[in-house]
């Protein structure tokens, strides 16, 4: 049984931070792929940022440079490092686990005001 539990979300002025974290229950996180994804009202889900089980990282083109997808095995935990936020970033950002099949989490709001 996989659960993903997302926090870290919020309401944030442009060029803030913020940093989410994905705490995945059950014993696939260490051999799973994972990432974030977001969704932005009326908009389709789109692919923020995968990590690998090694460590690799694939970040999309419109948050690189700016936000950064870490993980930390021993804690079971997935994050995302979001600097210089834009109005634009602001969508329900869902923790994604690819392990024989994708889970997801029940996803965090965050909105960036101008």
């Known amino acids: 049984q996989v659960q993903l539990v997302e926090s870290g979300g919020g309401l944030v002025q442009a060029g803030e931070s913020l940093r989410l974290s994905c705490l995945a229950s059950?014993?696939?996180?260490?051999?799973?792929?994972m990432g974030w994804y977001r969704q932005a009202p009326g908009k389709q889900r789109e692919l923020v940022a995968i990590?690998?089980?090694?460590?690799?990282?694939n970040v999309g083109d419109s948050v690189k440079g700016r936000f950064t997808i870490s993980r930390d095995n021993a804690k079971s935990t997935i994050y995302l490092q979001m600097n210089s936020l834009k109005p634009e970033d602001t969508a329900v950002y869902y923790c994604?686990?690819?392990?024989?099949?994708?889970?997801w989490g029940q996803g965090t709001q965050v909105t960036v005001s101008t």
């Open positions: 059950g014993s696939a996180f260490r051999l799973s792929v």
């Open positions: 990590i690998t089980s090694g460590g690799s990282t």
């Open positions: 994604y686990l690819d392990y024989g099949r994708g889970y």
